[in-house]
């Protein structure tokens, strides 16, 4: 059974930090470009973080670039999420999944599949 498992969320002052982890489990995520999403209440699900198979590249929207890193393990099947100087924006419900495009990581949420449960992220102002 294939299943994505995000955790580290929780409740943070504006200029935190936080790390997100993504535990993947009945596949191999080394097989895929991966993505972190978020969705606020009343918004759509929104791109915020994808890297490809191999790590080596990286894409952001200008949302969070230069405060959010992507990383994976593919040893461990694991994925991360480093959120830097968060703001009372970055409050939502964030999500690890896997991209089913084939080429360049994608930044549509419906070409990923495999969506965990997600792990609230809450900053205070």
């Known amino acids: 059974q294939v299943q994505l498992a995000e955790s580290g969320g929780g409740l943070v002052q504006t200029g935190g930090s936080l790390r997100l982890s993504c535990a993947a489990s009945?596949?191999?995520?080394?097989?895929?470009?991966l993505g972190w999403f978020r969705q606020a209440p009343g918004k759509e699900r929104e791109f915020v973080a994808g890297?490809?198979?191999?790590?080596?590249?990286?894409y952001y929207p200008d949302s969070v670039k230069g405060r959010f890193f992507i990383t994976r393990d593919n040893a461990k099947n694991m994925l991360y999420l480093a959120m830097n100087t968060l703001k009372p924006e970055d409050t939502a419900v964030y999500y690890c999944?896997?991209?089913?495009?084939?080429?360049?990581?994608?930044?549509?949420?419906?070409?990923?599949?495999?969506w965990g449960q997600g792990t609230q992220v809450t900053v205070s102002s």
């Open positions: 999944a896997t991209d089913t495009s084939r080429g360049e990581v994608s930044t549509m949420a419906t070409q990923y599949n495999n």
């Open positions: 009945g596949l191999t995520v080394g097989r895929y470009n």
């Open positions: 890297i490809s198979r191999s790590g080596l590249r990286q």
